[in-house]
Each structure stands twice: as C-alpha cells, then as structure tokens.
C-alpha cells in the first residue's frame, strides 16, 4: 500500500500518530521504518518527534548526545547529523527532552528539515507525541504527506480517537494499525463498531491496516 502510494503521489513524508500513551506507535514507526529498509531496500530516515519524551535511542539501543531538539535551537543550518543504524535506515534521534518544543515545531527550520531529509532519503517516518496529550503532531501534520494511526485496542475510547482522527486530518490517514486485539471480542470493539460503522454511513472505505 505504501509503495503504490509513492508511486502515485510522489509521498515520502510520513507521520506516525496515536490518541494516548502506551498504544504501540513508537513501536509501530521503528517497525515500520525497519521493514521498509530491510525487506524493500529502501533509504529510510526516522525522525523522533517526540521532543518531550524522546525514546527511540532507547529502543535501538544507541545513545546520542544530540538530535532534533538541538537542530531546532541552533543557528547552525549544515547537514542533518543522524545516527546511521544500516547502510540503508538512519536515527534522527530527538535529543535532550524539551518541555515546550512548540515553537520549534512550527518553525521555518523544522520545515526546513524535513524537505531536506524527504531530498536524501527514500521514506521519512516521524514518532510523534499521542494526539490527545499534545498539540505536537497536530502541528507536525501540517508538514507531513501522510499519517498512520496507532489504536491500541482498550485504551482510547472510540470518542477519543475519533477526536485525535478528525485533528490530524483524516484525508491525511492511509493506514490503521490496531494493536493488542483479543481476537474472541473483536466483533463487540467500540473500535470495529466505530469504523465499520463510518465506512457504511459515508459510502466511503474506513482506514485499512497497513500494507507495505
């Protein structure tokens, strides 16, 4: 699904977003980011977002002194310094956690620096902060081509996801992912009813899981 969405649209630039804490998507957007550079041979950067708690370092077992954070602060307009993981996947990590990252986000630089990554790379994937706690990704959405949304099943109310859906735009949503399913009470989920529900009244296809 990936791949014929670039070769349709051209789309590099991708969001990785959830409505709350613990629902799988830091997880999701490495896994992401691994399968598309490992299995497809794709050039891929990750990018974590996530200012306020970055944590993909850790989940790759890296350190990095430096990252995102930094990058948004300093005058200095080189080349992005990204943690090289594989010849073919690189870590921009978020650096030093930053307790009001907002206007960095929104800025010219952080602009900037996607177009640059999106210039050298194959894919550019973006951890972002749970949509519901945060402003973050719904201001990152503005620079991103699309997004795929996380659902952790039993932790978001189908309201709440709905709400953090309709912030990151939904025309903007290729892919669902939902995790933790117990498969006997799939059939009674608030979040199958949601979307099941939405694809019939609107005429239109709910969200589909994500197909590289």
């Known amino acids: 699904m990936l791949h014929q969405l670039q070769e349709e649209r051209g789309t590099k630039v991708l969001m990785v977003a959830s409505a709350a804490m613990s629902e799988g998507k830091t997880l999701t957007a490495a ?73 960095g986000l929104t800025s010219g630089r952080m602009q900037q620096i996607i177009a640059e990554a999106a210039a050298n790379y194959d894919w550019v994937i973006l951890d972002t902060p749970p949509v519901s706690l945060q402003p973050d990704a719904h201001l990152l959405s503005a620079f991103i081509e699309a997004a795929v949304f996380v659902i952790g099943a039993g932790i978001s109310p189908a309201a709440v996801v709905q709400n953090a859906i309709e912030t990151i735009g939904r025309e903007k949503i290729v892919g669902v992912v939902l995790n933790r399913v117990d498969a006997a009470a799939f059939n009674e989920s608030a979040y199958y009813d949601y979307y099941y529900d939405e694809s019939r009244g609107s005429g239109s296809k709910a969200p589909a899981a994500v197909r590289t």
């Open 31 to 103: 896994n992401l980011a691994l399968t598309l550079s490992e299995s497809y041979h794709r050039r891929v950067l990750l990018i974590d977002a996530d200012l306020r708690r970055p944590s993909l370092t850790a989940l790759f077992g890296v350190r990095s002194g430096s990252g995102l954070s930094e990058s948004l602060r300093t005058a200095n307009r080189g080349p992005l310094r990204v943690l090289e993981l594989s010849d073919r996947l690189a870590l921009l990590p978020g650096g030093r956690p930053d307790t009001d990252p907002m206007a």
